[in-house]
């Protein structure tokens, strides 16, 4: 079975400081891994994902993210926080095709709070 | 809009009476999907289309819940003898494949009193 973890329930950071929202996933096989961020009573707008390729995945809104295979990881990034990106981020991996790939296993969110 | 439409946007009903929600998915996208999301919680998965078949379905959606989506278009959600546990956002998303990203629509926000 698929599972992804984000450690962290909130995350605070100063507007124009970086910004890290961790995520760590398990899956059998090569994983595919998206980043989707969620404004209240809205659904989710996708960010980014890793299917191949470079390690160093760009997104939208400046946003970024690293998939480190050795750590199971895909940390999202951003190297200057605007007050703007204050929303709930949620990770989600997708497996192989025979080990649950035709759904989208999602993390319980990581709410991100960016002040002045 | 050419984004993933979902109506009602929200919906009150009784304990024990029955909802149909509907989706609207971005019209090239062959892969439909149904989630529900509770306060606090990520997005589960319920159920799963390629064009109008239906491939896969969560055990969490028990025999009170049935998914159409015919001719691979719009996909309708029923709850039957709906319960105040069935409270919660159902969100539907399309993809045109399987590595691809999923869009969501804004979801149905269900409260059952």
């Known amino acids: 079975a698929q599972s992804v973890a984000q450690p962290e329930d909130q995350v605070n950071v100063a507007e124009g400081n970086p910004l890290t929202v961790k995520c760590t996933y398990s899956?059998?096989?090569?994983?595919?891994l998206f980043w989707y961020v969620q404004y209240p009573n809205r659904g989710l707008q996708f960010l980014l994902k890793?299917?191949?390729?470079?390690?160093l995945v760009k997104g939208s809104y400046g946003f970024e993210a690293e998939f480190n295979k050795s750590q199971t990881s895909f940390h999202l990034k951003k190297p200057s926080a605007l007050v703007s990106d204050s929303a709930l981020y949620f990770c989600?991996?997708?497996?192989?095709?025979?080990?649950?790939?035709?759904?989208?296993?999602f993390g319980t969110g990581t709410q991100l709070k960016v002040e002045l | 809009d050419t984004g993933v439409s979902q109506n009602p946007r929200h919906k009150i009903t009784k304990r024990g009476q029955n909802v149909t929600f509907r989706c609207d998915p971005i019209?090239?996208?062959?892969?439909l999907y149904w989630y529900r999301q509770t306060l606090g919680q990520g997005p589960e998965f319920l159920t799963y289309?390629?064009?109008?078949?239906?491939?896969?379905k969560s055990r969490l959606l028990s025999d009170r819940f049935s998914a159409e989506r015919p001719k691979g278009s719009f996909s309708t959600l029923e709850i039957q003898r709906t319960e105040q546990g069935d409270s919660a956002m159902y969100l539907c998303?399309?993809?045109?494949?399987?590595?691809?990203?999923?869009?969501f629509g804004q979801g149905t926000r269900l409260t059952v009193v």
């Open positions: 998303a399309s993809s045109l494949g399987r590595v691809t990203e999923a869009f």
């Open positions: 899956v059998s096989g090569n994983p595919y």
């Open positions: 890793y299917i191949t390729g470079d390690n």
């Open positions: 989600a991996v997708r497996g192989p095709l025979t080990g649950g790939g035709n759904k989208l296993t």
């Open positions: 019209s090239e996208h062959n892969r």
């Open positions: 289309f390629q064009n109008e078949a239906q491939l896969e």
